[in-house]
C-alpha cells in the first residue's frame, strides 16, 4: 500500500511521456495529485506500526513530511492546468514528466527507513527539478540552471559523504549493514563520536545547501527568480522540505548518541546567520520573485533555528514547515500571476496590481501579512512559539535576535510589497491579456483558507503525529514503540489561541 | 598491484589535474582516474565478493567508456580546447591542491581508523581527492572542465566508500554509480544549452543574475 505512494506518481510520469495532446497530458497533474492525496490519508493511519526494521514505510516525521508536500503538490497541481494554457508557445511534456516525478522521488525520501536510500531519493530529485527551473529556455534560465545544478551536486555529494561517515562511525562500533534510522539510534552510544560529529558537519553543509540555508544558498534566489512561480512553490515548500528531513534524520541520530548538544549550537548559528542574511539582501529588491526567494532562506532559517532551541520549539519548527509550505504557495503563485499580468516581475514596472489583478494582488498581500508572522495565519503560531520556547528555554540572546530579526524582515519586505500592490501605477506598465480567473486563483484561496484554519485548530490526529515526529527528531523513543501518544495539556499545540 | 600505488597515482593525477590548462587532457586524466578507481577495489583483494566485483566493473565502464563518449560528443559540439583565464591561476592550484592534500593528511589522522583497515592511506587520499574536484569546480570557467572536477570529486568520495565497500548494500552502491551517470548526463544538456544560448561553454557569461 505504501508502495503505491511511490509507484502512482512514477507511473503517471511514464504515462505523461506518451500521451500526446497537452490539454489531456496536464489533467494527469491533478488526478494523480488528488489520488496520491487519498491515498496517503489511507496509509498514514497505520504511523505508528511500523515495523523496526522497513526498509520503506512511514513513521510519524516521514508522515507529517509527505503529507505536507502532498497537499503543496496537489495545490500546484490544481493550478497548473490553467498557468500551463497560459503558456502555449512552451511545450510541456517535460515539465509535466518532471513534476510527477519529484512527486514519487518525495514519497520515495519520506518512506526511505535508510539514509543510503534517503541520500539517492535526493539526488536523483535534484536532477528531475533542473529541468523544471530550465521551463522559459532563455540566458537567465540556463545560468539558473547551470547554478542549481552545480551547487545542489556538491551539497549533495557532501551529504553523500557526511552519510558514509556515520555508517563509518557506526562501522567502528561493530555495527554492521542494514543501518536502518531506528537500529542507528537504538544503538547510538556504539556510534565513533569524531566520525558522527564529522558526519553530522558534512551532512549539515551538504543538505543545508539543498535547503538553501545562508551561506550556501547562492543558487536559490536565481532559481526561485527564474522559474514558473508553480516550481518556485514546489521548490521552496517541497525540495527544501525534503533536505530538511534528509537532515533532520540524520540529527536524530546524533541526538540519539548523546551529541545533540553540539549539533543544536551549529543550528542555532545556521539559522541565526540565514536570517540575517535574508534581511540584508531584502532591503531595497525589487524584483518580488527574488524577495521570495529571500524569504526562502529566511524560513529555512527559522527551521534550523526551532531544531537548535529544541524541546517545544522543535515541535514548532516541525509545524512551520507546514505553515511555510502553504503559505509560500499563496505567495509563489500569486506571484506568478502577477509576473504575467504585467509581463515583468520588476518595481518600477509592477506597481498597483491590486487594481488590475484585485485577487492575486489580495492574495499576494495576504501571503505576505502571513508570511511575516501576523495573527491568526500558522506561521504566527510557530513563530512566535519558537521565540517565546527561546526565550524561556535559556537562550535569551538568541531569542531575542531572532524577534528583532523578524521585526526587521517585516519592515523591508513590506517596503516592496505595498508598492507592488497598493502602488501608483507606473506609466511604463504593459498590458497584456492576462486577468484573473477562478482557475488561476481558487488553488491559491483554498491554500490561504488552510494556512488560517491551521493557525486556529490543529486537529487532533496531527497534533500527535507531530508530538512523535518530534520525539523523533530528538533521538527519543522511535515511532513504533509509542504505543498512544498524550499531549500534556500545558504543551499542547496551540497554546496561542487568537 | 598494491592498492597503496594505485591510491598514490589517484593523488598524482590531482595535481596534474589542477595544472593542465588543456581541457582534453583535462577529460583523459579524469578518465584515467576514474579507471584507478575501479581498480583499486580488485587490487585491495575485495574481487572474491561478486557485487564488488561487479561494482568493480560498472565503475570502469561507467567512468571509463560511457563518460569519455559524452565527454567527446560535448566537445566535438563545443569546440573548445583550452581553459583560458580560469579564476585561480595554475601554479596557485597547484600550491593550494598540495596545501589541501596536507591539510587532509592531517585529517584523517584526527580520525582514528578500526583496528586491522588496511591500506589505511585511503581516508587522506579520499578527502584530498575530494578537495581538488571542489577547487576545479569553483576555480575554472568552462563548464565542461567544472564537470571534471564533479566528477573528481565523486571520485573522492568512492575511495571512502571502499572502506566501507564490505558492508554496503549493492542498493546503495548502484544508487551512487546511477546518479553519477545521469548527474554526468544531465549536465551535458545542460552544457549543450549554455553552448546555443550564448556560443560558448564559458561560464563567466553566466553572471546576470545577482544582487
Redesign the interface.
Known sequence: MALLLILLPLLAAALAVFIKVPVIRVRVLPVTALVHLGLLLVVLRGWRELPLNAWLGLDALGGWVLLVISVLFTICALYAPSYLALRPDRDHRVFTVCLLAFLGLASLLCLAR?P??A??AL??MT?TT?PLI?FN????S??????Y??LG??GI?LA??GT??V??AA??GNL???LHYTRLMAEGERL?R??LR?GFVLTLVGYGTKMGLAPLHSWK??AY??TPGIVGALLAGGVTSCAFLALLRIYGVVAAAGEGAFARELFLGFGILSMAWALV?MVG?LDFK?LLAYSSVEHMGILVFGIGIGGLAARFALFHLAANALVKSVLFLSAGNIHRSYASKQLPQVTGAIRRTPVSAGLFFLGFLAITGLPPFAPFISEFNIASAALTLGHPLAGTLFLLLLGGIFLTMSDTVMQVVFGVPSPQRVRTPYKDTFATTAPLVVAMVLALGLGLHLPAPLRAMLEAASQTIEGGPPATTVKAVEVPRGLALTEVRP | MSPDFLIALTMLTNFTLVATSRVNKAIQLAVFQGILMGLIPLAMGLGKHTHILLLALVAIAVKGGFIPYLFRRALRQVKIRREVDPYVGYTVSLMLCAAGTGLSLVLAHALPLKAGTTPTFLVPAALATLFTGFLLLVSRRTALTQVVGYLVLENGIYLFGLLLVEEMPVLVETGILLDLFVGVFVMGIVINHIHMTFDSTDTGFLAELKD
Not at chain 1, 137 to 140: D, M, T, V
Not at chain 1, 142 to 147: D, F, R, S, Y
Open positions: 535508510h543510503g536510500v541520500w539517492v539526488e536523483t536532477l533542473a530550465y529556455h532563455n540566458r537567465h540556463v545560468e539558473a540552471t547551470w547554478k545544478l552545480v551536486s556538491v555529494a553523500l559523504l558514509l561517515f555508517a563509518y562501522h567502528m554492521e549493514e542494514p565513533s569524531p566520525w564529522a534566489p536565481d527568480g527564474e539582501f529588491q527574488r
